[in-house]
């Protein structure tokens, strides 16, 4: 019975202004795929989130490679995820060096993380990089979802003026590039990515729901009631618990968003906060995380890019107890309380991850979970932030691929391995291989 009756997987429930997707349930998978556990017929997903100014490489580094070593100062939060990670040592991003080109190294760290390329220095209209990893990906695989891919950032959107040296700003703010000259802005508002994931892109109906919502404290939920019971009443036992968890958490994201909202936050004359975009940093990355883990749970989208913030960002921690700039403290002179408190930010960071995976491996797939399925690259485009070094990176991978990646590893390469023969290994793990990406040089070994 479980599985008599067959769901398409771009099954929604509608409602007024409202299309939420479903998680991929048991009765969308084909009778054959079930008797075998499931595991091949989910899709698999990549991910690539972006952490700023280098790390304290010596809190980040394990001292022992393979499947032994003990997790770092940095890197404990991940603790309970330790078999679920691959730590990588030795990657290299050649073209965020200057090659001739001067100052300039958070804008090239950021532009060349997922191209590869050598950005173009110019602080006007005439940008030029390449196209990124992850929009390969989306132009490979994108059909077969809802959105193609989903940008994300903790920053602000911007596309011109100078930030680093004679280089744009759109070099720094963006990490996925469509083109050599065409980012794909991120969005930073939670409130406005959930829209997009669970309204039905009808302009004049989703600001009717949101009208109703404000004005009647009414939840999104509300508006697909009558057509998610008329579900539950066709799934079996496995899928109405999915569904159920699946509703509570939205509700539980929606409910957390409301509150953010209603935050108070001193902004100068003239300035409102954005609905649903929180003051504090913690809850703002966390409610984007919810954002990334309910994209690929409902199947919406197998490509996100997410910038935590953008390399050479000066945002202080006072959550922490640390009241400089990230930027200011990353020119840490060897400075050891300077550098400690590098660290501090660091481990701050790997906590966000952690909160990340909990959900992902909180969603059954099969006999696995969501995180099995994903392939996520944790890292940024210096190591130490003092030197703007761009060789031996701070570099995570998590998740097990589908059953393609070899997890709980630290694995060393020669140093100046091109990080982008990471990228080709995954887009091939992805059913969208590539000739090159950027510098690569082949695909990267070791990983299965």
Same mark, same amino acid.
């Given at each position: ?7 398409? /997987? ?18 969308m ?23 700023? !100014? ?6 980040? #580094? ?7 070593f003990?997790?770092? !100062? ?8 330790q ?31 997922? #191209? ?9 209209? $005439? ?17 077969? #979802? ?8 903790? $920053? ?7 930030? $680093? ?14 083109? +050599?000259?065409?980012?794909a802005?991120? +969005? ?11 309204? !039905? ?25 009558? $057509? ?18 699946y ?29 649903? %975009? ?5 809850? =703002? ?15 919406? #989208?197998?490509?996100?890019?997410y910038?935590?913030? =953008? ?16 930027? +200011?403290?990353?020119? =840490?002179?060897?400075?050891? +309380?300077?550098?400690? %408190?590098?660290?501090?930010? !660091? ?38 932030g ?25 694995i ?23 000739? /090159?990406?950027?510098d ?9």
């Amino acid at each position: 019975m479980e599985n008599s009756w067959h769901i398409q /997987r771009r099954t929604f429930l509608r409602g007024l202004g409202t299309a939420i997707a479903l998680p991929v349930l048991d009765q969308m998978l084909p009778a054959k795929a079930l008797a075998a556990g499931g595991g091949k017929a989910f899709p698999k997903r990549m991910a690539f989130l972006y952490i700023p !100014n280098g790390a304290n490489m010596g809190d980040w #580094t394990p001292k022992t490679v393979g499947s032994t070593f003990q997790l770092p !100062n940095i890197l404990q939060p991940l603790q309970p995820y330790q078999s679920d990670l691959t730590v990588l040592t030795g990657l290299t991003h050649d073209k965020a060096r200057a090659n001739g080109d001067g100052a300039g190294d958070h804008a090239r760290a950021n532009a060349s993380f997922l #191209t590869g390329c050598q950005a173009r220095k110019t602080s006007g209209a $005439d940008i030029k990089i390449g196209v990124s990893a992850d929009q390969i990906a989306a132009n490979k695989v994108g059909a077969e #979802t809802r959105f193609p891919s989903l940008e994300l950032s903790s $920053d602000g959107q911007r596309l011109s003026g100078n930030c $680093d040296s004679g280089y744009s700003c759109a070099y720094q703010f963006n990490l996925a590039w469509k083109s +050599e000259n065409t980012p794909a802005p991120p +969005e930073s508002n939670p409130r406005a990515v959930f829209d997009r994931l669970f309204g !039905n892109q009808k302009k004049v109906e989703m600001t009717a729901s949101r009208v109703q919502r404000d004005r009647y404290q009414k939840s999104i939920l509300d508006f697909v009631l009558e $057509d998610a019971n008329d579900l539950r009443a066709k799934l079996g036992y496995t899928d109405k618990r999915k569904l159920d968890e699946y509703m509570t958490a939205i509700r539980e994201v929606e409910q957390r968003m409301e509150a953010a909202a209603s935050s108070p936050v001193d902004l100068p004359p003239g300035y409102v906060m954005p609905i649903g %975009k929180p003051n504090d940093n913690e809850a =703002h990355i966390r409610l984007m995380m919810d954002m990334l883990a309910l994209a690929f749970q409902t199947d919406s #989208t197998r490509v996100i890019t997410y910038l935590l913030a =953008h390399d050479g960002s000066n945002r202080s921690y006072p959550l922490l107890g640390i009241k400089e700039g990230h930027h +200011e403290l990353s020119h =840490h002179g060897n400075n050891e +309380e300077k550098k400690q %408190k590098i660290g501090k930010i !660091n481990r701050f960071h790997t906590a966000q991850l952690a909160y990340l995976l909990g959900k992902l491996k909180a969603v059954k797939e099969g006999d696995g979970t969501l995180l099995d399925n994903c392939m996520i690259v944790y890292g940024g485009g210096i190591s130490d932030g003092n030197r703007h070094n761009h060789n031996d990176l701070p570099v995570l991978l998590l998740g097990k691929g589908g059953g393609t990646l070899k997890a709980g590893r630290h694995i060393r390469y020669p140093d100046n391995t091109p990080m982008t023969n990471l990228y080709l290994a995954m887009l091939d793990r992805m059913g969208a291989p590539a000739e /090159r990406v950027g510098d690569s040089t082949g695909r990267l070994q070791g990983l299965a």
